[in-house]
């Protein structure tokens, strides 16, 4: 069994960064690809940034692209998303979510992932 844990949500201004962790159990973490996805009230779950088990190789959705980043450290068995010039429309709930197999083919669709956190909620004020 695999826990992914979220922190780092919180209230922020348009302009402002937060750096969200996910940290996750398991001792085969270094085989897992990661990714963050992002559900706002009414929407659809969607993707935000992926990286794979290596961290070789990011994906991002265009929205967050140049603004956010996805890295990983594999001794602290833990995944950021570390988030620049926020904007009202980042206003969701994020989560963690785990490719236990570590070799989809598509980082972008929930569908590939095993495990997911409990979520942390971002906020960005206008």
């Known amino acids: 069994q695999v826990q992914l844990v979220e922190s780092g949500g919180g209230l922020v201004q348009a302009g402002g960064s937060l750096r969200l962790s996910c940290a996750a159990s398991g001792r085969t973490f270094n085989g897992y690809a990661m990714g963050w996805f992002r559900q706002a009230p009414g929407k659809e779950r969607e993707f935000v940034a992926a990286i794979n088990w290596r961290g070789s190789t990011l994906y991002y959705a265009d929205s967050v692209k140049g603004r956010f980043t996805i890295s990983r450290d594999h001794a602290k068995n833990t995944v950021y998303l570390q988030m620049n010039s926020l904007n009202p429309e980042d206003t969701a709930v994020y989560y963690c979510?785990?490719?236990?197999?570590?070799?989809?083919?598509?980082?972008?669709?929930?569908?590939?992932?095993?495990?997911w956190g409990q979520g942390t909620q971002v906020t960005v004020s206008s």
């Open positions: 979510a785990a490719d236990a197999g570590g070799r989809s083919p598509n980082l972008r669709t929930k569908w590939a992932y095993d495990y």
